[in-house]
């Protein structure tokens, strides 16, 4: 079983900025690409960014040059910092790991709540 334990989540002010964290723990031999998506209210859950395990990132438009992902292997933890964030950046953000034991599985996180006021 694998837990994604996710912080960093709340309430900031637009042009403010946040820093999620997402933890993997439990038995696994690997994991491949992590990321985070995120769910508005109303609204289906859109991807955000992903990043591989040698590094390579992917970002959705919008949070191109806004958002960076980036992740530590040694610790199993993937980090998306926010800056110059808006109102319309407000979601539930999840993150998610492809975890490697005997086959791929992706697991998601719980989801934090961020919160962009004008």
């Known amino acids: 079983q694998v837990q994604l334990v996710e912080s960093g989540g709340g309430l900031v002010q637009a042009g403010g900025s946040l820093r999620l964290s997402c933890a993997a723990s439990?038995?696994?031999?690997?994991?491949?690409?992590m990321g985070w998506y995120r769910q508005a209210p109303g609204k289906q859950r859109e991807l955000v960014a992903t990043i591989t395990s040698g590094g390579s990132t992917n970002y959705a438009d919008s949070m191109k040059g806004r958002f960076t992902i980036s992740r530590d292997n040694a610790k199993n933890t993937v980090y998306l910092q926010m800056n110059s964030l808006k109102p319309e950046d407000t979601a539930v953000y999840y993150c998610y790991a492809n975890v490697l034991y005997g086959s791929s599985r992706r697991y998601w996180g719980q989801g934090t709540q961020v919160t962009v006021s004008s």
């Open positions: 439990g038995s696994f031999t690997s994991i491949n690409a």
